[in-house]
């Protein structure tokens, strides 16, 4: 009987420890392991309500652009339709710095360039495809991410509790790719940059929100992808949103 109670005394305190180490790591919102394009859908909370405009920047490449999609049908504008909806006594702003193609350095010299308020109260930023697809050394990568990061938390206030950074869609998946028949390198490079963010994310205590699995339903559901056959649609887009926005709402909320 004493062996037993110092099991279950041990089977608590494990959990309790656990528990703590959940709610102070980053988040990390993975999919249903039982439907690789599922999630559990997390209700939004009400963003509480503010006197002053609620300010969002948006920073990446084609996947914060919209290749091939309308403006409504993008990710940054359905996170901030989504996060107005939970409260319309609020009034949202926001910026998109992203363009089709853009690498880490695109992006970089993109914000150096701009005369931008270090006042966002939100920023995500989505950035990598492109140092991939154009076989960029991946060690500029592990250079210019972590400079994309400081900047990004600059311009949140200096909070870097006020980013969220989103992994990078895998284009593998895609009727464009499939047809060039490279999807498994493909696929293994995007994870090498995925996890190096990951990681970085992980030691520097930042949010990091995992999407890549969403994308790679796009042979198996077609409406996943985009009527370029490479990007991502309105309707994967949207799936990105279930899972950013219930974080990005304790982002304002805090």
Not at 154 to 169: C, R
Not at 188 to 217: H, K, L, M, P, V
């Amino acid at each position: 009987m004493k062996n037993i109670i110092q099991v279950v005394t041990f089977l608590l305190i494990t959990l309790s420890i656990a528990s703590c180490s959940v709610e102070n790591s980053i988040i990390d919102t993975k999919p249903n392991a039982n439907n690789s394009n599922q999630t559990i859908v997390t209700a939004i909370p009400a963003v509480k309500t503010r006197e002053q405009t609620i300010n969002y920047l948006a920073l990446g490449d084609s996947y914060t652009f919209g290749e091939s999609v309308c403006e409504k049908c993008t990710f940054p504008f359905q996170l901030k339709t989504a996060l107005q909806n939970t409260n319309l006594k609020n009034n949202f702003s926001s910026k998109v710095i992203a363009q089709t193609g853009w690498t880490t350095t695109n992006l970089l010299d993109a914000i150096n360039n701009q005369n931008l308020n270090p006042t966002y109260d939100l920023v995500t930023l989505l950035i990598g495809v492109n140092n991939q697809f154009q076989r960029q050394s991946f060690s500029l990568y592990q250079v210019e991410f972590p400079a994309l990061v400081s900047k990004s938390i600059a311009l949140a206030k200096g909070d870097k509790s006020n980013l969220i950074v989103v992994s990078i869609p895998d284009y593998a998946y895609t009727p464009s790719s499939q047809a060039l028949g490279n999807m498994v390198s493909i696929s293994s490079e995007i994870d090498n940059y995925n996890r190096f963010a990951r990681n970085y994310c992980q030691d520097n205590g930042i949010r990091f929100i995992d999407i890549t699995e969403i994308t790679r339903g796009g042979i198996i559901d077609k409406d996943l992808v985009a009527v370029d056959g490479l990007h991502p649609s309105e309707k994967a887009y949207g799936l990105f949103v279930e899972r950013i926005a219930p974080i990005a709402a304790n982002v304002l909320n805090k």
